[in-house]
């Protein structure tokens, strides 16, 4: 299992990847980076508790149960949802995304990001300053 740290770094990393990706026209690059980045945040949120690490297999379960209700909400959900659903097929479909489709989702996956990383930022202040990090 990767600290907070690690994830939020990768996160980071693999965010900016996405964007010299998209500009670059490399889009197979986009899809993977662009979700991971969420995926990543999404780990270095869980790791704000010391939760453990967990796989896709039970990514939704976490997402659903614990950060969603208590973090990142509903429409948060429907974005990685989005992501997920549009990177398998993406990447293991027959088809190959149109420039608007990729736009849309390099939308998705910035609103996903910032999103879970303004959250992840108030957890850190929180636990700086010694507030309850449930709150």
């Known amino acids: ?22 500009e ?10 662009g979700f991971y980045a969420v995926f990543h945040g999404m780990e270095a949120l869980n790791a704000v508790e010391c939760r453990d690490s967990y796989s896709f297999a039970d990514a939704v379960d976490i997402l659903e149960r614990m950060l969603a209700p208590r973090y990142l909400g509903e429409a948060f959900v429907k974005e990685y949802e989005y992501l997920f659903y549009f990177r398998r097929g993406a990447l293991y479909g027959a088809h190959v995304p149109s420039a608007e489709q990729l736009a849309r989702y390099v939308a998705v996956s910035e609103r996903a990001y910032a999103h879970v990383t303004n959250v992840l930022e108030g957890q850190l202040a929180d636990a700086a300053k010694g507030g309850a990090r449930n709150a």
């Open 24 to 33: 670059d026209g490399h889009w197979p690059v986009v899809v993977d980076a």
């Open 1 to 22: 299992m990767a600290d907070l740290d690690t994830h939020y770094d990768l996160a980071r990393q693999l965010f900016t990847e996405m964007r010299r990706a998209h």
